[in-house]
């Protein structure tokens, strides 16, 4: 399977600022996904983009694709304490067998 | 989206035992998957859970040391066998939606300390 895999960042930011995170993978994907983890339990999924997507809205959330390039960028704009989690990109291949890359960990100070 | 428990939600084994995790999903799914998060680390992608039939495991995981089961389609469990400390892991199940197939749902997770 793949790998994605993030830039390895921790942010950390005022509420209000916008954050972003970027992950790059190396072989070709049907759609990558972002996912949040909240203090190590489950994940949630905020957004898919498909290969044939280059970028996509979802209320606060903006994620870019460039597969030329093999990368992905997450937007949380007017970021909230509420938004405190662990951040993940993950890549399918088609077969809905999921291949997460390393995570950023955001920190929304109040 | 549907609605995961996992059982036990945490757990302290000694090395050599075997754990048994559960997995149950309030609606028929087709897809199940068994994840492990190591500490600090992502998500590993163990297996993917059939119904009737045997697992499908990930390059590094092997049905003696994971053996899964899935009797139904609402229902799987993972067992961690023969375990040591480098199996201490957050272990996680998830599911494919049925509207949206490429989106997955997980489970709280099992946290697992191995001594």
């Known amino acids: 399977s793949q790998q994605g895999e993030e830039d390895p960042q921790a942010l950390s930011i005022q509420e209000g600022e916008n954050a972003t995170m970027n992950c790059s993978y190396k072989?070709?994907?049907?759609?990558l996904q972002w996912y949040r983890q909240n203090s190590g339990r489950g994940l949630v999924h905020l957004i898919l983009?498909?290969?044939?997507?280059r970028e996509k809205h979802s209320g606060r959330l903006r994620v870019t694709l460039d597969t030329s390039k093999k990368s992905s960028s997450l937007l949380i704009t007017a970021s909230r304490a509420a938004d405190t989690a662990s951040y993940f990109c993950?890549?399918?291949?088609?077969?809905?067998?999921?291949?997460f890359g390393k995570g950023n960990q955001v920190v929304v100070i109040p | 989206s549907a609605v995961i428990s996992q059982k036990p939600s945490r757990d302290i084994c000694q090395r050599g035992t075997s754990l048994t995790i559960q997995c149950q999903v309030d609606?028929?799914?087709?897809?199940m998957f068994w994840y492990r998060q190591q500490p600090g680390q992502s998500l590993t992608l163990i297996a993917t859970?059939?119904?009737?039939?045997?697992?499908?495991?990930e390059s590094g995981f092997v049905i003696d040391k994971f053996p899964i089961s899935r009797p139904n389609l609402t229902f799987s469990t993972l067992t961690v066998s023969n375990m040591s400390p480098e199996d201490s892991s957050i272990y996680l199940c998830?599911?494919?939606?049925?509207?949206?197939?490429?989106?997955?749902?997980f489970g709280p997770g099992t946290r697992l300390l191995v001594l």
């Open positions: 859970a059939n119904q009737g039939s045997e697992a499908t495991y």
């Open positions: 998830s599911v494919g939606s049925t509207v949206f197939k490429e989106t997955q749902y």
């Open positions: 993950a890549t399918d291949d088609g077969n809905n067998r999921l291949a």
């Open positions: 983009i498909r290969s044939n997507e």
């Open positions: 072989t070709s994907i049907n759609n």
């Open positions: 609606s028929q799914v087709t897809m």
